[in-house]
Structures are given as structure tokens and as C-alpha cells.
């Protein structure tokens, strides 16, 4: 009796998966995949084939008089909330792995629309960010962004997690990738104090240099030199790295006059928090 209850226990979960791979295989046989239906809403087992689609698999973004498809190619990451495929044309498109509630709190969806939003915020800034294609995107179901790459010859994307952990391949690459930081990204990021979700593995060195990979919607601007920086709050960043980029942060700060440009700083803010109201009202 007791091996039937736990055979009965694992049935639901089954199902779905089961249900999630027929609609899967189903789509591609008369057309392509619909993640969502005709009112926006996630498709049953969305999850299920969010987290499974194949090279080659065409995914529907848009129904109606003037569809519009993706074909997905190489699967390049996840995360708690997401994943990430490359769709061609130097573009990437970027999903929620599932539906309904994530194990963090929020929606699935929520962190793509706040990861817009950040964005959007920080590309007010000197600071080098990945590329959103916003007209192409609808930031409450999928973005469509730049895919990242690593610089000519060499053959991984590395992070400041990479560089500070010593796992950087070639201590001549190692010195070059530290010199930019120090010389290029950190000075750039002088405008910002706070960006949440903001972790060392989540800057990457690509072949644009090095540039904030990921992120949410809360960012705070600085309004005094001697205010936090992008790395104050980064727990695992050891203390030597901080210091030293903090002082190329500070040293970029009074060089742009921080107090002459209070006025752009206001208003920056102003507009973070309107659109962080928008997406407590959407969610």
C-alpha cells in the first residue's frame, strides 16, 4: 500500500512534464512554440518548455495580423528567475524559467520587467551596461537583448568573480582585464551608489570591455563623492579589490564636479522611483 501512495504521490508532476513535451513536440510539428495564449497568459507546463527548448525550435513572441517569431538557438545560462538563449544577429532573448511565484518571493516575471527597468535607469549613466533592445521586448513576458561575448581570442566570459578568484587563464590576460577595471569600468561607474541585485560575478569582461551583466530595478545615484559605490555592497568582493576600486570610483567622482550635477541627479531619482512604482502596481 505504502509503495502505491508514493508512486500516486509523483503522478501530478509527471503529468505536467509529460503534458509540457507534447505541447512541445506538437507546436513544432504544425508551427511554432506559443508560450503564452491569445490573453497573454502562460500556456500550461510553461516551465516545463521554457527551461527545454532545442537549437532550431521556432518560438512565437507575437500572434495576431503581424506574428513574429524567434528561432532559438544555443542555450548561454540561467538563473533563479531566468533563462537565456541566443536567437541570432548578435540578440539574445531572455525569459522567465517559469510561472506564478519564484522560490525567492516574486513572480518569475517580475525579474525580467525589474532587470528592464534597471537597466534603463543605469543607461542614464556612464556606466557600461549590456545592451536592452526595449522596442523589441515586452518586459512582462521576455527581453530581448545584446548576446556577450567573450574578446577576440579568448574563449570564456569571464567576471571580476573570475579575476579576483585568480581563475583568469594567463597571467598577462589577468594584468590587462585588471587594468581596464581599474582604469575604464570602475571610473565609469561614479554616478552609482547602489544597484541591487549587484554581485561580482554579475560583471563580466566581454568583448566591450568590462560592463554590468545583470541586475534589478533599484538604483540609487550618488550625490556626495564620498557616497557608497557599485562595489560597497558586494558581501564576497574581497576588501583589498573594494578599496582599490572605490578610490578609482571617488577619485572619477570629484573629477566630475559630483556637487555641479545634483540637479540631473534629482531628477534621475525621480524617475527610478516612478518606475519602481510602475512595476509594484503591474505586479
Known sequence: MTSILRRLRFIPSTLVLLLALATTGSARAGGPIRLWNSAGETVEGYGAIVTRMKPGTELLLRGGENPRTVTIGKFLGNGNTSVIYDIGDGRAIRLPRGDGLSPLGPAYSAYIYWFAEGAEHVSETEAPIVKVYSRESAKERYLIVEKLSPPKGIDTLYSLEDLVKGRVKGKKLAEKMTAELLDDFAPATWQLRFVADMRSDQI???????????LSSTVKFAREVRDATLFSAMGKLPISWRLKLEKRVL??????????????????????????????VAF
Open 204 to 214: 563580466l569582461y566581454t568583448s566591450r570591455g568590462w560592463l554590468i551583466a545583470d
Open 251 to 280: 577619485a572619477a567622482r570629484r573629477d566630475a564636479d559630483l556637487s555641479g550635477n545634483f540637479g540631473d541627479f534629482l531628477l534621475a531619482e525621480y524617475r527610478r522611483c516612478v518606475g519602481w512604482m510602475k512595476g509594484v
